[in-house]
């Protein structure tokens, strides 16, 4: 199985400022027929289902805000919230489905500082 | 409006039986693919099982292969999970959720239901 990675667990950032999340897998996710990364993005907000935000790594999903970003290449990647707003307060997770089972990272928690 | 709900969950003593069902609403089911995925209490994200769009090819995570059956009835536009010989650590919330796109059974998900509890305990 591929194992995800996510660094911080946590982080608090300022009304404004950037959120950078970290997401390594155990081995590369790129699918070189398609040229894609097999890597999505969810975001967890308290009491709720996950939500989708970006796809193929960098693909944001209709009616995200731009201020959410993908990026990464191979093994490693990058969610970047720019001018992080209240309501972007969540656990964020990271997903490959290069291979079965899909498998997600171990969440990472943003808060505002 | 796509609407995904899930049903039939509950509290059952350890080597018991439950049957789960998602009711979709909103879309044309038979035409996707769909996904369990679970949470147990303060917990991360686990990929439980996957069905094709017409019910034919069907995976699971190892820690519930030969234990779990997941199912769909297209023409009640319904998803369902059997869960057989249910342990401590299959307590979770279980999400049913809409796959976008698959490649070889693992997805990524565009909706999910708001998921229903299951306890396992004595």
């Known amino acids: 199985d591929i194992v995800m990675t996510q660094s911080p667990d946590s982080l608090a950032v300022s009304l404004g400022e950037r959120a950078t999340i970290n997401c390594k897998s155990s081995?590369?996710?790129?699918?070189?027929?398609?040229?894609?990364?097999?890597l999505a993005w969810y975001q967890q907000k308290p009491g709720q289902p996950p939500k989708l935000l970006i796809y193929w790594s960098f693909t944001r999903e209709s009616g995200v805000p731009d201020r959410f970003s993908g990026s990464g290449f191979g093994t490693d990647f990058t969610l970047t919230i720019s001018n992080l707003q209240a309501e972007d307060v969540a656990v964020y997770y990271c997903?490959?489905?290069?291979?079965?089972?899909?498998?997600f990272g171990q969440g990472t928690k943003v808060e505002i500082k | 409006e796509v609407q995904l709900v899930e049903s039939g969950g509950g509290l059952v003593q350890p080597g018991g039986s439950l049957r789960l069902s998602c009711a979709a609403s909103g879309f044309t089911f038979s035409t996707y693919e769909m996904n369990w995925v679970r949470q147990a209490p303060g917990k991360g994200l686990e990929w439980v099982s996957y069905i094709s769009s017409g019910g034919k090819t069907l995976y699971y995570a190892d820690s519930v292969k030969g234990r779990f059956t997941i199912s769909r009835d297209n023409a009640r536009n319904s998803l369902y999970l059997l869960m057989n010989s249910l342990r401590d650590e299959d307590t979770a919330v279980y999400y049913c959720?809409?796959?976008?796109?698959?490649?070889?059974?693992?997805?990524?998900?565009?909706?999910w239901g708001q998921g229903t509890l299951v306890t396992v305990s004595s």
């Open positions: 081995q590369s996710v790129f699918y070189s027929s398609n040229n894609k990364n097999f």
């Open positions: 997903q490959q489905y290069y291979s079965t089972p899909r498998t």
């Open positions: 959720a809409r796959a976008k796109y698959c490649s070889g059974g693992s997805c990524w998900d565009d909706y």
